[in-house]
C-alpha cells in the first residue's frame, strides 16, 4: 500500500477523521497506513517498527472505532510512562466521542482506579502488575474484552512480565473471540512464540528491520575517560540550545547529573525508579512544556517518553545492550523530524561500541573531543541528620548507599573497583 498523503482512505469513520483533523494529526505515518486498514477489519496484527513511529494511533483508531460500537479493549504496556501518554492519546481522540478509560498503573491511587473501574470504562490501559493486582482483587473482570493490544511487547519479555501476561491471557477471550494487536521494536523468539500461542493468523507488518535508527537522526561518538564525562556534558549543552534528553544507566546516576545540570544554570529533572509516579509525572510534564530543559532518565523511560522536538539524546552512559541504544535515539527524530544523538564511551568500552554497531549495521561517527570547560566541584546534597540514639548515636541519612553510589568516592589503590550499577 502506497503512503497515503492523509488519513482519509483508511478505511477510519467520519467521526474520528474530524477529531484527527482537529488536534493536527493530518499524515498517517507508514506504520498507521498499514496497520489501521488491517485492525478496523478485526484482523491480528503483528507491528514491527522502531520506536517513535506512531504505534499509539496505529492501535489506538481500530479500538476506538470498536469500542464506539460497544466493545471493550484493553491495552498492556510495561512501564508507567508509556501508559500514561497512551491514555493521553486515547483521551484525545475517543473522549469526545464517549469513549472512557481506566488506567491501572502502580504507584497511582487505588481509589481512582477502583472509580473509574466501577464507571464502566470502554479501554482499560495498564502495566501487567497493577491489572494483576486487580484481577486477584475482583475489582476486575476481563471476560468482555474484544480487542487486545500488547504494546512494546519485547519491552515486556525483558523486564520479565511473561508470567504477569500469561496470567492476564488466561482471562481474556480466546484467540478465536477476540483480536489482537502486537507491537514491538524487535522480534525475537520470545515474540514469535508468543504471538503463535496467542493470535490467530496474524498479518506481520515490519516498516523497518530491527537496529534501524530514526531517519532524521544523525549520530556521534566520543572517547573519553570516566572523570572528563561532566566536563564533556557542559561542553555539549552549551553547544546545544533545544530540549536535552540524558540517558544513564543507574538512578544514582540520573540523580547526579540531574543535579549536575542544575549546578551549571540548566533547568533539569529526572526519572528513574526511585521516583514517585507524581514525580515523573512532574518531570516529564515539566520537559514536555519545556519548564526543565534537560531530563535525566535511566533505561526504564528509553521507550516511555513520547515528546515531540526533543533535538539531542545524550548516552551518558552506554546502554546495557545494543537494542536499547536503537530505543534511546529514538526519542528524538520522530514522526520525520530532525535530532541528533551523542555518545559518551570510556576506552574500554570499544566492544560495547561494536556491538551497537553491529545491531545498528553502521558504524557511529567518532568525533574529536573539543576543548572541555574546567572542572567543577560536583554538587552533593546536604547531609541530613537522624535524632540521636542511643545505640549508635545521630549518623547523617545521606552516607547510606544511595550517597556512596550517586558521586565519586575516594578509593585506594589496593581496593577492588566498584562494578557498574545494576541496569534499571
Known sequence: MEHNPDFYGLGIAPNILAILDKIGFKVPTPIQVKAIPAG??????????????GKTLAFGIPMIQACVQGTQGLVILPTRELALQVEETFIKVGGPLG???????GGAPMGRQLDQLRRGPSVVIGTPGRIIDHLEQKTISLKRVSILVLDEADRMLDMGFAPQLKRILAEVPPAD??????????????????????????????????????????QELFFISKNDKPRLLESVLGEYRGSVLVF?????????????????GHTAAEIHSNRSLNQRREALEGFKNGRYRVLVATDI?????????IELVINYDLPSTPEDYVHRIGRTARAGAAGHAISF??????????DIERVMRVALPQSK????????????????????????????????????????????????????????
Open 40 to 53: 478496523l477489519e478485526g484482523k491480528d496484527v503483528m507491528g514491527l517498527a522502531q520506536t517513535g513511529t
Open 99 to 105: 469513549i472512557r478509560t481506566a488506567l491501572l498503573i
Open 177 to 218: 473471540k477476540r483480536q489482537t494487536m502486537l507491537f514491538s521494536a524487535t522480534m525475537p523468539d520470545g515474540i514469535v512464540k508468543l504471538a503463535n500461542s496467542y493470535m490467530k493468523l496474524p498479518i506481520r507488518i515490519e516498516i523497518a528491520p530491527p537496529g534501524t535508527a530514526a531517519a532524521r537522526a544523525t
Open 248 to 264: 544513564t544507566r543507574t538512578k544514582f546516576g540520573a540523580k547526579r547529573i540531574a543535579a549536575l545540570a542544575r549546578h551549571i
Open 301 to 309: 523511560a528509553a521507550r516511555g517518553i513520547d515528546v515531540k522536538g
Open 345 to 354: 564511551a570510556m576506552p574500554d568500552e570499544r566492544r560495547d561500541v561494536q
Open 369 to 424: 573531543l573539543p576543548q572541555l570547560p574546567p572542572a567543577r566541584l560536583e554538587p552533593r546534597a546536604p547531609a541530613r541528620f537522624t535524632p540521636y540514639s542511643p545505640r549508635g548515636g545521630s549518623r547523617p541519612s545521606g552516607r547510606g548507599r544511595e550517597s556512596r553510589s550517586s558521586g565519586p568516592a575516594p578509593r585506594s589503590r589496593n581496593s577492588p573497583r566498584r562494578p557498574g550499577g545494576r541496569y534499571r
